[in-house]
């Protein structure tokens, strides 16, 4: 692990200055920070992820001579969103915060996000060739925006995939020693359990990246360049299969917004749920440690020889405020992404090493070993695909969780509310670009 020290004052301003050129926006433009005493980082982790969050901030802070980290929990991920764009207006930034792809590309524009092409380059700020090639390039691609300039606006942080999670007990009760591989042996499952249990087969939340990652399984796609591919039959697939399962009552109904549907499979009441692989550490407390009652898997797929999922999670994203807040954060980014502590990371959240070298770490190794479950999601990773990041997708992302809701509530069926869907996503993106 690298131990981190403030660079020489010219050193420093010069790199400094090259990356507010590299990100297209002066000095003189820039933002003021919240905190002038400390580089703040707005996030969302909760509980021990938080906690675990604030001791690895604590180990950089007790290495580096620069501004301290400051980790604020600052809501969910939407929350923070609203936050941060209220923040640009009143021009006031932390040094970052955690952003999907689709919220970072609200940012650029108003010159509050900077480029980190330059920091990557630097030969003191920077990341070897050899760091570069050890991070996996389906969570690095996706931080760089080609609708602007093709720049990094963003760097991994907490990436995750979609699994299914399923209750060993509730599928043994139903006749099954395994969780179906294909949707068509889900639906099938999801029928006998209700008939042989009296329960509900799946616990879904309402969630874009869930649907996103069903219509991956199924071969299809999303977008093409800025056209949405909502009306083509993979998507329309997804949205029948919930109609199904809503009018066969198989769906356990949640609470928009909690995770009710972790507490049902803790507590027997469904068989499945579809949530990241971050949620791991969650089910298994929920579980109280028991591994025999529960696992989880791929995602079900059109065809098990063309597998596929979604990858998620926030990217780190950098504010145009002082070239001191910005030298701390990129720092802080760099040190947490590096592959001791990326494996110390993933252990204990569920979060998926960001690099290759973390596959050889001997704890990595010994965790895998403990369960059988344990590697699933770095399993899916050579799977997984990435959601769009162009301008605009944050509006679509709601409109995705509208029409599943309307799905869900029996509002719509799947292939009107398909259809809809892709009229609207597209009014949005045309108004976006």
């Given at each position: 692990?690298?131990c981190?020290?403030?660079?020489?004052?010219?050193?420093f301003?010069?790199?400094?200055l090259?990356?507010?050129?590299?990100?297209?926006?002066?000095?003189?433009e820039?933002f003021?920070p919240?905190?002038a005493?400390?580089?703040?980082?707005?996030?969302r982790q909760?509980?021990?992820?938080?906690?675990?969050?604030?001791e690895?901030?604590?180990?950089?802070?007790?290495?580096?001579?620069?501004?301290?980290?400051?980790v604020e929990?600052?809501?969910?991920?939407t929350?923070?969103?609203?936050?941060?764009?209220?923040?640009?207006?009143?021009?006031?930034l932390?040094?970052?915060?955690?952003?999907?792809?689709s919220?970072?590309s609200?940012?650029?524009?108003?010159?509050?996000v900077?480029?980190l092409?330059?920091?990557l380059a630097?030969?003191?700020?920077?990341?070897s060739?050899?760091?570069?090639?050890?991070?996996?390039?389906?969570v690095?691609?996706?931080?760089?925006f080609?609708?602007f300039?093709g720049?990094?606006?963003?760097?991994?942080?907490?990436?995750?995939v979609?699994?299914?999670?399923?209750?060993?007990?509730?599928l043994?009760?139903?006749?099954?020693?395994?969780p179906?591989?294909?949707?068509e042996?889900?639906?099938a499952?999801?029928?006998?359990?209700k008939?042989r249990?009296?329960?509900?087969?799946?616990?879904?939340?309402?969630?874009?990246?869930t649907i996103s990652?069903?219509?991956?399984?199924?071969?299809g796609?999303?977008?093409?360049?800025?056209?949405?591919l909502?009306d083509?039959a993979?998507?329309?697939q997804?949205f029948?299969?919930?109609e199904a399962?809503?009018?066969?009552?198989?769906v356990?109904?949640i609470?928009?917004?909690?995770?009710?549907?972790n507490v049902?499979?803790a507590?027997?009441?469904?068989?499945?749920?579809l949530?990241?692989?971050?949620g791991?550490?969650?089910v298994?407390?929920a579980?109280?440690?028991?591994r025999d009652?529960?696992?989880?898997?791929r995602?079900?797929?059109?065809?098990?020889?063309?597998?596929?999922?979604?990858?998620y999670g926030p990217?780190v994203?950098?504010?145009?405020?002082t070239p001191e807040?910005?030298?701390?954060?990129?720092?802080?980014?760099?040190y947490?992404?590096?592959?001791?502590?990326g494996?110390?990371?993933?252990?204990?959240?569920?979060?998926l090493?960001?690099r290759?070298?973390?596959?050889?770490?001997p704890d990595?190794?010994a965790f895998?070993?403990?369960?059988?479950?344990?590697?699933a999601?770095y399993d899916?990773l050579?799977?997984?695909?990435?959601?769009?990041?162009?301008?605009?997708w944050?509006?679509v992302r709601?409109?995705?969780?509208?029409?599943?809701?309307?799905?869900l509530?029996?509002?719509k069926?799947?292939?009107?509310?398909?259809l809809?869907l892709?009229?609207?996503?597209?009014?949005?993106?045309?108004?976006?670009?």
């Amino acid at each position: 692990m690298r131990c981190y020290r403030v660079l020489p004052t010219m050193l420093f301003c010069a790199a400094i200055l090259a990356v507010f050129l590299g990100g297209g926006c002066g000095p003189s433009e820039g933002f003021r920070p919240i905190d002038a005493e400390h580089a703040v980082f707005w996030d969302r982790q909760t509980v021990e992820s938080a906690a675990l969050l604030q001791e690895i901030a604590g180990d950089f802070n007790a290495s580096w001579d620069g501004l301290p980290i400051k980790v604020e929990r600052s809501g969910n991920y939407t929350e923070i969103y609203r936050k941060v764009t209220a923040s640009i207006r009143a021009r006031t930034l932390p040094a970052m915060a955690v952003s999907y792809e689709s919220m970072t590309s609200e940012y650029i524009p108003t010159g509050a996000v900077v480029a980190l092409d330059d920091f990557l380059a630097h030969p003191e700020l920077g990341l070897s060739q050899e760091d570069l090639d050890d991070i996996f390039p389906e969570v690095l691609a996706p931080n760089r925006f080609q609708e602007f300039d093709g720049k990094l606006y963003s760097f991994p942080f907490a990436k995750s995939v979609l699994l299914l999670y399923f209750n060993r007990s509730v599928l043994a009760e139903a006749g099954f020693d395994a969780p179906p591989e294909t949707w068509e042996a889900f639906l099938a499952q999801s029928r006998q359990i209700k008939e042989r249990t009296g329960k509900h087969a799946l616990a879904m939340n309402v969630d874009c990246s869930t649907i996103s990652g069903m219509i991956f399984s199924l071969g299809g796609s999303v977008i093409d360049g800025r056209e949405t591919l909502f009306d083509r039959a993979e998507t329309i697939q997804v949205f029948e299969l919930i109609e199904a399962l809503v009018a066969e009552d198989l769906v356990y109904q949640i609470t928009p917004g909690t995770y009710e549907d972790n507490v049902a499979l803790a507590n027997d009441q469904v068989a499945f749920t579809l949530r990241s692989s971050s949620g791991m550490s969650n089910v298994m407390r929920a579980m109280d440690d028991d591994r025999d009652r529960w696992g989880v898997a791929r995602i079900p797929q059109g065809n098990p020889d063309t597998p596929a999922t979604v990858l998620y999670g926030p990217n780190v994203t950098l504010f145009n405020t002082t070239p001191e807040q910005q030298e701390a954060a990129w720092a802080f980014v760099r040190y947490f992404t590096d592959t001791e502590v990326g494996v110390r990371w993933a252990i204990e959240t569920g979060y998926l090493p960001i690099r290759k070298s973390a596959i050889q770490n001997p704890d990595l190794q010994a965790f895998w070993a403990e369960w059988e479950y344990n590697r699933a999601p770095y399993d899916s990773l050579a799977i997984a695909r990435a959601e769009p990041n162009i301008a605009g997708w944050q509006q679509v992302r709601t409109l995705v969780e509208m029409a599943q809701t309307e799905v869900l509530t029996g509002m719509k069926s799947g292939r009107q509310a398909a259809l809809d869907l892709k009229a609207a996503a597209d009014a949005v993106l045309a108004r976006s670009h």
